[in-house]
Nanobody
């Protein structure tokens, strides 16, 4: 069982930057691929970004087209943390952001954007971008 706790959500203005954090409670953090998803009111949950599990090399990352070039996902394996750095925020980025973990053996970039790939989910943190 992996518990994920997101933090860092806030009300910001368009063009601002914001960084989200996700703390994972597991001794096997290295073995999990991590993702960020978001859900706006009345809309389905959508993929934002993902980062591969760690195998000693630089972990591949994957982004939704809508955030590519503006958002950056990273992980700190020493702290069991995953981050989502967001710049040039837009009102359409407004959503609840969820952190998710997927067991590494079944994760690859072909399924990174699919929510059913992920085994564990956090409760979410709210990001609101005003225009």
């Amino acid at each position: 069982q992996v518990q994920l706790v997101e933090s860092g959500g806030a009300l910001v203005q368009a063009g601002d930057s914001l960084s989200l954090s996700c703390a994972a409670s597991t001794t096997l953090f290295l073995s999990y691929a991590m993702g960020w998803f978001r859900q706006a009111p009345g809309k389905e949950r959508e993929f934002v970004a993902a980062i591969s599990y760690s195998d000693g090399s630089k972990e591949p990352t994957h982004y939704a087209d809508s955030v590519k070039g503006r958002f950056t996902i990273s992980r700190d394996n020493a702290k069991n943390m995953v981050y989502l750095q967001m710049v040039s925020l837009k009102p359409e980025d407004t959503a609840t952001y969820f952190c998710a973990a997927a067991m590494g053996h079944k994760w690859h970039q072909g399924v990174a954007a699919t929510s059913i790939t992920y085994d564990y989910w956090g409760q979410g943190t709210q990001v609101t971008v005003s225009s």
